[in-house]
């Protein structure tokens, strides 16, 4: 089939350098896609499609009906990633997640980071997400965030930068499994000899990670996977998850806690938990703890974790390093606990509480992307160039009243990546949320979720907001079978 | 397992099971209607016997026509056993248990959705309810068929038999209690003359007119009630479905034959022991209708009784409960 012209629109793509011809990570392919047959690419298009219907592959949208269940839109074209490149976003997010993971176990300990005004004092104690009832708690291994999802994002200059770390409940694992499933299934004489990393242990790793945060001397630890129900958004990749790693998908109402642990409540009476990967928000965990109306969680959950008699993945209290305001300080974070130089870049922020960088976001409002510190999945933010008047003006007293709950970006052109429109290739932006796994080991999949803003022009890649996905390959390298994906022990490079 | 897997599975079973039965007393009243000249409201109000929800009926519907039953029992979404409430909730339970059950059940559960909720939307299903009902019977069949082949047949699966079972065995207990008095002339005595065509249009509701036809011959009322209640071969039979019902218990708990673990289980213990011995002319001279009720009260404990043996919460602050008695 014919793939040119392919029409870019300025930024940078992934698969075309700027005079049209393939990146070196993406000739292959390309030739490959020019062998086929006119409509051919089509075709399979519409099997992958068929496919996901089939596989009941969905999500749930909470602004419809109760319980509807939406297909998400899978693009057959893959993002590429060469495996020069991925080598060095493997190790940045392993030097991020280690920092991050010393840093709340620091904020909720000895406080050191603080005491060394490596961050302001005001900042930590004024973040909606620390978790007074974490203080002075000790994880297995010291590790808080066994489950990070970073979004990445790469802007027209062709830098990668980190958007957010979504420390606390990340979702999308189970679409990237999905996703290259039917990747091999539809488009396989394509895909057959490509040399792309394998990304089907991820299971088997996290179900690894989870055992092995078990509280000590647990010799054959039980873990559970908590969701909220079937009505939250991810409750597929939560049964997804549970079927993968064979362990039971429970609900708040499922587990007890007596004699001072954590029960599930079987046809043949009560059988001991020892680690919770819990998909629910530290908010709805405990309603002896924390917010006393929640329904979804387990009454005095916390005292037994405390006493060290269940592990949580994620640990509650890793939200203070998703705030946006303590994000803009990773890159300090990183220096502090190793003396190194952060590999992976932080999207330039202003921050809202201080006076000058206020005056600054103030004055370039009509440029600038302002997001709420405290809010995930793209709600509250006011995108400058697009809004109206009227917005920016609220905006603004908004910033002004509550400073410390505004940051501010610069507008990035997000990547794009070819995307079948029609029987044509179009450039559509893009963004990248690698998966890492933290406990003995660090694990990063490789490649991760890549979601594709289906709109001409847009750049929202949300599920809910007409965004899709895009299998991810991360080529291995040409010369030599080392495997891309990083395990590495934690004792080696812990401080 | 999980209590909470077990009882939803538990209810998926009886939910289609449930929907089926409707699917099949409707086909069967049809069918004794044609060609009848008596008045609507006599002709179809003993439907809403059979389900037991007259009084959720009388509530919102003037008279019991043939339009106003079929639509109650068949669409109405706010009768909770109408077929389309049924059929939605046993989907509604499998979603919250889909990686307990494999994916063709899932699939043919969510097949089973969209007919009845297309069929619902379409004002030509309830001017001929036959094809329908048909439809619904052989998706439920399909959906039994896909769950004994292809998951395995361990804790959930007995939980779901056993759900299927109690169901059956209370819905041809009340096809039959109801249908019975009808096909008698003077709604007396038992055995005198015979309307061939209505008493097979009976048997044919249960699917049970060629078996019972290889095994009996000719159309008796005493010989068809007899077959419906005590055949321990054929699955519909108030007898079989409560000796599987006792199977599928006895897999779950592990008791040792003729013992118990659990007070439903000794209930139904007790029920299959009577139905084990029971011969047709007695209960026709103690009376059929009070046999039924008492077989369906026998039904409704043990169902309540499974929730306290298994699914409630409650037990695990009880004492433990005696161990086995033999």
Sequence with gaps: ?495 | MLSRVAETVYWLSRYVERAENIARFIDVNYNLTLGETESLSKQWTPLLETTADQDEFVKRYDSPTRENVLQFLSFDEKNGNSMTSCVARARENARTIREVISSVVWEQLNTFHHLVQAAGHSPKTLEQPQAFCEQVRLTSHLLVGAMDATMSHDEAWHFSRLGRMIERGDKTSRLLDVQYYNLLPDGGSVGSSLDVVRWSALLRSASALESYRRLRGKIVPIRVAEFLMLDRKFPRAMHFAAMRARDSMRMISGSELNSYCYHSEQLLGRLCSSLDYAVIDDILQDGLHEYIDQFQRQLNTIGQEIHEDFFSVDRLNAPPQDSVVS
């Design chain 1, 1 to 495: 089939m014919l793939l040119l012209p392919y029409e870019m629109d300025g930024g940078f793509d992934e698969m075309f350098a700027p005079d049209g011809r393939p990146r070196a990570s993406g000739e292959r392919f390309v030739r490959r896609l020019e062998a086929l047959a006119d409509g051919n690419l089509r075709e399979r298009q519409k099997s992958a499609e068929l496919n996901l219907q089939n596989m009941g592959i969905t999500f749930n949208v909470y602004s419809h009906q109760a319980g509807t269940e939406k297909i998400w839109p899978f693009d057959l074209l893959p993002r590429i990633i060469d495996a020069e490149e991925w080598s060095m976003i493997a190790k940045g997010l392993e030097q991020r997640i280690r920092a991050l993971n010393l840093f709340v176990d620091d904020v909720y300990n000895d406080r050191k980071i603080i005491k060394d005004k490596a961050v302001p004092e005001s900042l930590i104690a004024s973040s909606k997400t620390l978790r007074k009832q974490c203080v002075g708690l000790r994880p297995a291994q010291r590790v808080w965030c066994h489950i990070t999802g970073v979004d990445l994002i790469r802007d027209a200059d062709g830098q990668l930068y980190v958007l957010e770390d979504n420390m606390r409940c990340p979702s999308g694992v189970s679409y990237v499994l999905e996703n290259r499933e039917l990747m091999k299934r539809t488009f396989a004489h394509v895909f057959e000899g490509m040399s792309v990393e394998p990304i089907e242990e991820y299971p088997e790793q996290l179900l690894k990670t989870l055992l092995d945060c078990a509280p000590a001397g647990v010799s054959d630890p039980v873990a559970v996977l908590l969701t909220p129900g079937v009505h939250n958004s991810a409750y597929f990749e939560h049964s997804f998850l549970a079927q993968q790693m064979g362990i039971e998908l429970v609900h708040g109402s499922d587990l007890i806690v007596k004699d001072g642990f954590v029960h599930m409540i079987t046809t043949r009476g009560l059988q001991r938990v020892d680690v919770i990967y819990r998909r629910i928000d530290d908010d709805f965990l405990d309603p002896a703890h924390f917010r006393a109306d929640s329904c979804l969680g387990v009454k005095n959950l916390m005292d037994v974790y405390r006493a060290g008699r269940v592990s949580l993945a994620n640990a509650p209290g890793t939200g203070v390093a998703d705030d946006k305001a303590v994000y803009a300080y990773v890159p300090d974070i990183i220096r502090y606990y190793f003396d190194q130089d952060p590999i992976l870049p932080n999207v330039p922020t202003f921050l809202c509480d201080d006076a000058k960088q206020r005056q600054h976001v103030l004055s370039h409002l009509d440029q600038l992307v302002v997001k709420p510190t405290n809010e995930s999945g793209g709600y509250g933010i006011l995108m400058g160039p697009h809004a109206s008047a009227n917005e920016r003006a609220e905006c603004a007293e908004a910033i002004q009243k509550n400073p410390r709950d505004w940051i501010a970006q610069p507008m990035l052109n997000l990547s794009t990546v070819p995307t079948l429109v029609g029987d044509e290739l179009k450039p559509r932006h893009v963004d990248l949320r690698p998966f890492v796994l933290c406990g003995k080991d660090v694990y990063v999949m490789p490649g991760g979720l890549t979601r594709v803003a289906l709109k001409k022009g847009s750049m929202i890649v949300n599920s809910s907001q007409g965004g899709g996905s895009k299998d991810t390959w991360v080529l291995r390298n040409g010369t030599t079978a080392n495997s891309n994906s990083v395990v590495t022990t934690l004792e080696s490079s812990s401080c």
